[in-house]
Each structure stands twice: as structure tokens, then as C-alpha cells.
């Protein structure tokens, strides 16, 4: 697992302040360009040009300004992006060069408080992420495949949202970006028209609803009236030709209505752009409500199978995400998506000598370490 | 965790009770009801739920009470967008309407040189040159076509024997994609033929021009021969060798056929199908007699009972799913219309199961002697003499005239099924159609006595044994929902 924080250690040179340095590994760039970098490199012979060095062990001083990283920030290197804070010098990675499933969290505020949040909400002032990530994708590259952005509830920004996401029209006219939202800013019809106004070619909201039922919908995200809304905000969004992908997260409260929620979807909702079923992730909430979610994937296989294949008959776009390829039946192969992003994904013991780990949507490294299926077996 | 409700917190409300949305229900056994809302999807409910339900005693967090209100057919707080996506889906149903006809018969002969004893257009005998669509009258029905707001025409040719007219055909196809030129429409051509007087030269002039077959076959050599009769005995053999002709030259997408049970059939639906598999067909249509022509005048159509052609429908229908169970993939296409209109917010655009009808605004005919006709069965009844849906003549009525004359509007209306006595509160009047044209050949009125429809029991036994089926077994279910989609 790639850590994504750290601290690094002061050496020399003037404090860099808060906004997002990029990183290289070139020492040999053109003047012009060096200064907008810095050098992650143990070299003797650091050129001046650059905002500063990133050294893995101590080295003789370079002159500019010198952080030593921590070891668990090694794998730092060209096309990534971080940010110090000066005070503490805690160190946090925005984007890597290397995945292409960067997301960035744009606040930690939600209007939902959901059982199985991986990402449990806070209510707490962090507006200054929203002027970081302005930065930040000034400075991407414009070939940059994918972008993604989470939170909390992203939109809860209001304007100060669909500024940025102007701003990643202008920056990123060609990436794929997706927005993770509960959808339910965009029961405003005024809010969505300025939305489908940034008019991105290629931009999609992933927007959960968890069961066809308002009551057990509300209660996983805990709050009344958001069924409502949010299916108002997706019928805005449609209407206005946005793409939106649907999100379920499969676990004991979602299970039990899932093919109900899956036939409500593709006669009320058939226009969506995909249909997500998904692995619950052993983080956050999920662990403190535990037992009122768990249950094991391989025992809702055949509904998950049901489930699916009901999509597929109605020309939906499907996708079954984090789950093990042992835990599934044959019949839905076809939507099985190796998903868990790439920081996240490992093996357990049990799958020693299995023939199939190139088809398996591998572990959360929170599963493996706090809950998983007592059915995982390797094909021989 | 104290910060977490339980599932009852959310299910509380400020407003106590419950809104009926609007919905039909009929009996589906002894046990259940059938309950169809505006949009036709359906849930079944145990009778003993029906009375405290509609008296708003149903149990909140029962399950019967979430499944109506998932599908809309109860409302409460929790649910105010149930009435826009009610609305939603209603007007998706519709939503081929205001388009208005698409399909645009050309009956360019009334010749033909079989002699099938069911022919429900009376065919002429094939001498007789007056019966032939004239350049004339073609030329002005093209006319007539193209002032349909239709995005997308198909002009299908049909008689008699259309390919005893074959020059009428030609000249069709040819004026007609000329105009298109500028009209820019999506515009298809089909030949209905009988296939015995296909050749080379015919099928180089379909593939050029795009245009498509659509033929007959009744089943195995015997019972299609004995059904379907011509000089020399060898209907089957000319079809089969049509069709193999036709898929060489057209490609295999190109062809279709057609069956029509008889009284011969009736124990021989397994021969029939596997005829059709046999031949490699995707599916099959099992269909009926209609009360038209020679099948009136030779009493075929009177030959078999509704429920005997129900009985031969259900095994036929049993052993296409059988055949499904073993990995072969084959349709009925009958249910495929069904369970598109069960199933899904589409049209599947089957003339003979629309409400409003189809005539005239679904489909139009232009016969051969250059009379308007808003369905085949309507130039079926006025060549037996009847000529109460005749709109006009393209010689003589605009195309205002045409599709506002009474004779088209008044049945339109008086069969909408959804104000017809009976079928407005019919369950099943989702899935069903409004057929004047068959009510007033057999009750004298357009919209016909129900009780005695043979219409209404054939299709609603239909309607019940496709639901009962798909909801015992979960394979069927599985199967109907990919008929329903791509049928």
C-alpha cells in the first residue's frame, strides 16, 4: 500500500509555503521550466533553477531550499504533486504522476452521515481546499486522463463548485472527469442549469441511491427526504443531457431489495449512463456498524447475479466494483471491474496459488486487514 | 454508536397516511389480483391485501406497502416524485404519437397465383390487369406518404402477389428515394410475397435499393401445401427455395417469414417450430385467422375455436422455452410485443395492440385501385363489400381530408380503450389494443361487446398466462425481460 501522508524533515533553504509543489525527477530541464518544479533527487549537483530538492538520504547541501522525505513518501517522484504545510511540515500527496484514478476530496462537509461512509463527515472549515484544487489544476497537465473529485458532499460549495468546475473545463478540456455527489444540490433546477452549463464533454457525477424503498434509502444515509431529492436532482440532470452513473453499495441493508431497487432503476431511471454495484469497504463507519452491515458476498451471489443481469437485459451499463472473483458466479463476468484503486489493492494468504488473480478485483487493505469473506479460494 | 437513527426514525411522518395513485386491477387467479398502474407496470397482490389497502389500512412497513409504493401505486411523504415518474413514463409510452404514420402499404396487385383457402385480402386470379396499382395512382399516393411528419416511412408491398406487379414496385421504390432525396427521412422498403415468382434479377434489384422480404410459411411441406395451394402443388418448395435465394443474394437479416394457423395446424405447433428452426429463423410469430376474406366465405376462420388456438399458442409457447433451457435461441414474437408493452416504457409499435389504434395513424393503406384504407384489415373488409373505414381516394382527398375524416377520427375515439366501457378499469388495458376495425366486422360497432370479444379473451388469457408464467419462475422472468427488450 502507497502511503499518501507523511512529514517530511526541513534541511535548508527558505520555507516553501502551502500552495501545491510539482514534483520531477529531470535535473536537466530548461531554465523556464525548472522553476516550476521540484527536484525529488539524491544527485550531488542540484541546479539552482528548481524550487527545491527532495532527498531520500542526506546528502551535501544543494544550496536551495532541502526537504528529506520519509521513507514512506519514497515512491514520490516525477508527474506528482504535494503539499506542505509550513507550520509542521506534514506533507500530503494531491495527485500521482502514476495512477490514473487521482481523486481529490474537496471538503469533509456532508448533508449525509451514511453507515458505511469510508470517509466519515466533518463538520469543520476547509474551504481553503477548494482554492488548492483551483491551483492544482492549473498546474496539471492538460493530457491528464482522469480526474475525480470527492468528498464529503462536493457541491455543498454551491457556486464556489461550478466555479471549479469551469475552472476544469478550461484547465482539463480533455479528461475524464467524476464528480462523487448525493445528488441532492441538483433538486434545484437553477443549480443544475448552471452545472450543465460548464458544459465539460467528458464529466459524469456518481450519485448513490441504495434502495428502491425512500424509508431504507434515507435511513443508510441518515437523513429524511434525501430519496426524494436526490432521484429529482438525477431526473434534472438527465433532462439536461449530464451523464450520471449510479452507485450501490452492496451490504445487509441494501441486499435484501437490490433486484427491487435494480427493476426501479430500469423503469424509472433507464437513461443513466452506468449502474455501479459495489463492495462494501472496510473503513470508516463501516467498521463501527459492523454488525449491521456485514453479510458475505459469496451468500448474495445469486441475487447479485439476478441483480445484474436484470441491468443487462434493459441495455444498462453495468459494473460490479470490489469484489472478489472467487465470491461471484460465471454468469457476470462480463461487469466484473477490477476497481479498487491501485493504492488499495492486495491478496490475502488464502489466495496463494490461485490461476485467476489477473481476473480479481483483489482487497481493500482494509479488508484484509479488518474483514472479508470466509469463502475466498483459489482456482486452480 | 449513539450518532446513528434506527430504520424506524426515518419512517416516521408529520402527515399520517397514504394516496391511491391511479391504477386498475383485475382478477389473475383465485388467490391474487393483478394490479397495473398508469405506466403498465403491474405487482400482484394477495386478495386479502386488496380491501386494506384501498381502504388506507395497510400496514406501513409491510411489505406489500413498499412494493406499491415503489411502484407507484401509492403515494405518501416519503414519495412525492412518485406522480413525475408516473408521468414520466406515460409520456414515454406515447411518445411515437405525435409522429403519426410510419408504415405506408402499397397493395400493387390484388393478383395472386395461389389459392389458399384463409386468404383474408380475396385475391383475384391472376389475369385480370384491373387489378393492378397504376403509375397514376402510385405516383399520387407518394405524395401522400411524404406528408406524414414521420421521421422515419417504410413503404411495405403487398396484394395478391405484389411481385406479379413488379414494374409497380420498381417504380415505387425508385420515385420514392428520389423524393426522399430532399425529404431526407429514414426510409425502409419491404416486399410481402409468397416468394414463388422471386428470381436473380428481382433480388439484385432489393439488395440495390435496400429493400426487404417478408414472406409466408405455415410449417412442414404437407400442412404448408395443404394450406396455401397453386398451380403445380410446390409452395413449400418455391418458399424454402426463396428464402434461401433471398438470403444468399440479401443477406440472412433480410428475410422474414410469417405463419397463420388453420385447423390443420392446430396439433402440430412443434413441427411448426422446429420448421422454423430448421430453417435457421431467430423466432416465430404464431398467429391467428382474422375474420376477413376467404376465411370468412370458406369458413376457415370458424374452423378452430379462440381456446383451441390458445391451447396451440400456450404449447408452442412451452416448448420455444424449453428450447431456450437447452441454449438455443428462439422467440415468439407475439410475447416479445406483449412483454415490451408488460416490461418496459416502449412501444413496440404492433399495430394490432395499440390504444389509441393504429389505423391510419399508425399505419395507412393505399389499395390498387387507388382507394385509402387506415389498415389491412380495412381493405380486407371493403373488398367483401364494406366500406365503412374508407377514408378516401388519392385522386380525389387531400391528405387533410384524408386523416381528419370522420371515418378515421370516430372509430379513433370511440376505441380508445382507456374511455371504453370495461377496458378503462381492466387491468390488462395496458398490454391490450382498441381494434375497431375487428369489432365492427364482427359486433357491428367500433368498439364491440367485450364479454364477447373473442379479441378480448384471446389476448387477455394471453396477458395472464405470460404474467403467471414470468412470476412462477424466475428463468422465465429472466428469459421474457431480454424478449421484452429486443424484440
Known amino acids: 500500500m502507497i502511503s499518501l501522508y507523511g512529514k517530511v524533515t526541513h534541511i535548508g533553504g527558505a520555507l516553501l509555503g502551502r500552495a501545491p509543489i510539482a514534483l520531477t525527477t529531470d535535473s536537466t530541464l530548461p531554465q523556464a521550466l525548472a522553476n516550476k518544479f521540484a527536484l525529488v533527487s539524491d544527485s550531488i549537483n542540484i541546479p539552482t533553477a528548481y524550487q527545491a530538492v527532495f532527498r531520500k538520504k542526506v546528502s551535501p547541501k544543494s544550496g536551495i531550499t532541502e526537504y528529506l522525505l520519509p521513507e514512506e513518501l519514497f515512491h514520490l517522484g516525477k508527474g506528482d504533486f504535494i503539499s506542505i504545510n509550513p507550520e509542521n511540515q506534514f506533507t500530503r500527496v494531491l495527485y500521482r504522476g502514476a495512477s490514473n484514478q487521482n481523486s481529490i476530496l474537496l471538503t469533509e462537509r456532508c448533508n449525509h452521515y451514511c453507515l458505511m461512509c469510508s470517509q466519515p463527515p466533518r463538520n469543520v472549515e476547509d474551504d481553503w481546499i477548494l482554492e488548492e484544487t483551483m491551483q492544482l489544476i492549473r498546474m496539471l497537465p492538460m493530457s491528464t486522463p482522469e480526474l475525480g473529485f470527492t468528498g464529503g458532499e462536493p457541491t455543498l460549495y454551491g457556486q464556489g463548485f461550478i466555479d471549479l468546475m469551469h475552472h476544469t473545463k478550461a484547465y482539463l478540456p480533455h479528461s475524464s472527469i467524476h464528480i462523487l455527489s448525493n445528488g441532492r444540490s441538483f433538486a434545484d433546477m437553477d443549480f443544475t442549469r448552471a452545472y450543465a452549463e460548464v458544459d465539460h464533454k467528458d464529466m459524469m457525477l456518481g450519485i448513490p441511491i441504495y434502495s428502491d424503498d425512500p424509508v431504507r434509502h434515507d435511513y443508510v444515509v441518515q437523513s429524511r427526504g434525501a430519496f426524494d431529492e436526490t432521484i429529482r436532482g438525477i431526473l434534472n440532470l438527465k433532462s439536461l443531457g449530464q451523464k450520471v452513473e449510479i452507485r450501490v453499495v452492496l451490504h445487509k441493508q441494501t441486499i435484501g431489495r437490490l433486484v427491487a431497487l435494480c427493476e426501479f432503476l430500469a423503469r424509472n431511471l433507464l437513461f443513466v449512463d452506468h449502474v455501479a454495484l459495489m463492495g462494501l469497504e472496510m473503513t470508516g463507519f463501516t467498521r463501527a456498524n459492523i454488525d449491521k452491515l456485514w453479510i458475505d458476498p459469496y451468500e448474495y451471489r445469486d441475487t447479485l447475479s439476478t441483480a445484474t443481469l436484470l441491468l443487462k437485459s434493459y441495455g444498462m451499463n453495468v459494473s460490479i466494483y470490489n469484489h472478489q472473483r472467487c465470491l461471484i458466479n460465471d454468469d457476470v463476468l462480463f461487469a466484473n471491474r477490477k476497481s479498487i484503486s491501485d493504492w488499495k489493492n492486495e491478496f490475502v494468504h488464502e489466495c496463494n496459488g490461485c490461476s485467476k488473480l489477473s481476473e480479481c478485483g483483489g482487497f481493500f487493505t482494509s479488508g484484509m486487514l479488518h474483514k472479508y469473506s470466509p469463502n475466498i479460494r483459489p482456482f486452480a | ?487
Open chain 2, 1 to 487: 454508536m449513539t450518532k446513528f437513527q434506527v430504520i424506524d426514525f426515518y419512517s416516521q411522518k408529520k402527515q399520517k397516511g397514504y394516496q391511491l395513485l391511479p391504477f386498475k386491477f383485475s382478477e389473475l387467479d383465485s388467490d391474487r389480483y393483478l394490479l397495473t398502474n398508469l405506466a403498465g407496470e403491474y405487482i400482484t397482490l394477495k386478495k386479502e391485501v386488496m380491501q386494506p389497502f384501498v381502504l388506507h389500512q395497510l400496514n406501513e412497513d409491510s411489505e406489500d406497502y413498499i412494493n406499491l409504493r415503489s411502484r407507484q401505486f401509492l403515494h405518501d411523504e416519503h414519495n412525492p416524485i412518485a406522480s413525475d415518474l408516473l408521468s414520466l413514463k406515460l409520456r414515454t409510452r406515447f411518445s411515437s404519437l405525435p409522429q403519426f404514420t410510419s408504415l405506408h402499404i402499397f397493395v400493387v396487385s390484388l393478383r395472386c397465383e395461389h389459392s389458399c383457402p384463409y386468404c383474408q385480402v380475396s385475391r383475384q386470379s391472376e389475369d385480370k390487369g384491373s387489378f393492378d396499382m397504376t403509375e397514376e395512382i402510385a405516383e399520387k399516393a407518394l405524395q401522400l406518404v411524404f406528408k406524414s411528419p414521420s421521421p422515419m416511412i417504410k413503404i411495405e408491398f403487398q396484394g395478391g402477389e405484389p411481385l406479379l406487379n413488379f414494374e409497380m414496385i420498381k417504380y415505387v421504390v425508385k420515385k420514392a428515394l428520389q423524393i426522399n432525396q430532399t425529404e431526407k427521412r429514414s426510409l425502409d422498403f419491404v416486399i410481402a410475397t409468397n416468394l414463388a415468382l422471386i428470381d436473380h434479377e428481382i433480388l439484385v434489384f432489393c439488395k440495390d435499393h435496400g429493400i426487404h422480404i417478408s414472406t409466408s410459411l405455415d410449417g412442414p411441406e404437407d400442412l404448408h401445401n395443404k394450406n396455401r395451394p397453386r398451380p403445380g402443388k410446390n409452395s413449400y418448395q418455391k418458399t424454402l427455395e426463396g428464402i434461401y435465394l433471398s438470403r444468399e443474394i440479401l443477406g440472412r437479416d433480410s428475410v422474414s417469414a410469417l405463419m397463420t394457423t388453420t385447423e390443420s395446424s392446430l396439433g402440430r405447433v412443434k413441427e411448426i417450430i422446429d420448421e422454423y428452426l430448421a430453417l435457421d429463423f431467430g423466432g416465430i410469430f404464431l398467429r391467428h385467422l382474422s375474420p376477413y376474406g376467404f376465411a370468412i366465405k370458406t369458413k376457415s376462420y370458424l374452423a378452430y375455436s379462440t381456446d383451441r388456438w390458445l391451447d396451440f399458442y400456450k404449447e408452442g409457447l412451452e416448448y420455444i422455452i424449453e428450447l431456450n433451457k437447452k441454449g438455443i435461441d428462439f422467440r415468439e414474437y407475439h410475447a416479445c410485443t406483449v412483454l415490451t408493452k408488460m416490461l418496459t416504457s416502449n412501444n413496440p409499435g404492433f399495430v394490432d395492440l395499440m390504444s389509441p389504434s393504429g389505423m391510419g395513424i399508425a399505419a395507412v393503406v393505399y389499395n390498387y385501385d387507388g382507394t385509402v384504407h387506415p389498415s389491412d384489415e380495412s381493405r380486407m373488409l371493403a373488398e367483401m363489400g364494406d366500406n365503412t373505414f374508407k377514408l378516401g381516394n388519392v385522386f380525389d382527398n387531400t391528405y387533410e381530408e384524408i386523416f381528419s375524416s370522420d371515418a378515421l377520427l370516430t372509430p379513433l375515439e370511440e376505441s380508445f380503450a382507456l374511455s371504453a366501457p370495461m377496458c378503462s378499469d381492466c387491468a390488462y388495458e395496458p398490454y391490450c389494443g382498441s381494434e375497431p376495425v375487428y369489432h365492427h366486422g364482427i359486433h357491428k360497432d367500433f368498439l364491440g361487446r367485450k364479454p364477447s370479444s373473442d379479441f378480448c379473451h384471446r389476448n387477455m388469457t394471453i396477458f395472464k398466462y405470460l404474467i403467471t408464467r414470468m412470476e412462477a419462475d424466475p428463468y422465465i422472468k429472466n428469459l421474457f425481460l431480454s424478449w421484452a427488450n429486443h424484440s
